[in-house]
Every structure is written in C-alpha cells, then in structure tokens.
C-alpha cells in the first residue's frame, strides 16, 4: 500500500487504471468485485463493435438514429449474455493450469479490462461524426493506396 492509501485515501479506479492497471484491478477484484461490472460489460461490447464498424468502413450506416438506437441495444445486451459464460469458461481452464481466480473475479477483469477500449471507442465516434457531419466521406482516400 501506498502512504494515501494507508491514511485512508483509495484514488479512483478511474484514474489508476491508466498508470497502473494491475495494481488497481487486483484492488477492484479484491474490495468491490461487481463495482460497475455490467455497465462496463455493456459499454464494453457497443465499443468494440462499434470499432469493428469502424475497420471496416461501415459505422457512417449507424447514422440513422434507429440503426444506432438497434445497434447500442443490440450490443448491450449481448454484452451482459456474453459476460457470464465467458467468466465461466476462463475460470475453468484457469483451474486447468493452476488459477485461483473464480468466475465473480475474473468477470471484474473482463468488465474492467475494457475501459481503454471504451475511451478509444469514444475518440473514434467523434471523429467519424466529425467526418459525417463535415460533408466528408468515410472511404479511405485513393491516393493512400
């Protein structure tokens, strides 16, 4: 521990994951197991989907309000069902090769892990709006070839 941490202060897990990850999911794992878990879960498939779209030239379609509407639902929950299994599944082949960690824990990393994918997620939304709104294509320029 940390001398703030031994006086009482515990800084945000929304700070410290950017400097030292380890450290602040082993604190997560080990304090608040479920702290915001199905959110980021959520949040967490809709951003790595949402860069899929991105790769491969089709997130300008989510700009009918009811594709992207569908698309974040979609997402969402598929996140949340996709959680639970794959926890499970991790657990078991880490008991496999002599892990400890149980499927409550190992959906806190999962939940967790994507919060820098969420932020890129974010960054990559405002520049596709950018480029939408600005009259601009979304296909890669040809002299970049």
Do not use: C, H, N
Request: charged letters at 10%; a positive charge; zero cysteines.
């Amino acid at each position: 521990m940390t001398p703030l941490e031994d006086a009482g202060f515990v800084p945000s897990p929304w700070t410290t994951i950017w400097f030292s990850p380890r450290q602040t999911i082993e604190r997560i794992v080990a304090t608040r197991p479920t702290y915001l878990v199905l959110p980021l879960a959520m949040l967490g498939m809709v951003a790595g989907l949402y860069m899929q779209l991105v790769a491969v030239g089709l997130a300008g379609l989510l700009g009918d309000w009811r594709l992207g509407l569908g698309f974040v639902v979609a997402s969402a929950m598929f996140g949340l069902v996709w959680l639970f299994p794959s926890a499970l599944i991790l657990s078991w082949f880490g008991r496999l090769v002599g892990g400890e960690a149980t499927a409550l824990q190992l959906r806190a990393v999962i939940a967790w892990s994507t919060v820098p994918m969420i932020l890129g997620a974010l960054v990559a939304f405002i520049i596709v709006a950018l480029k939408v709104t600005g009259g601009g294509s979304l296909a890669i320029d040809s002299s970049l070839r």
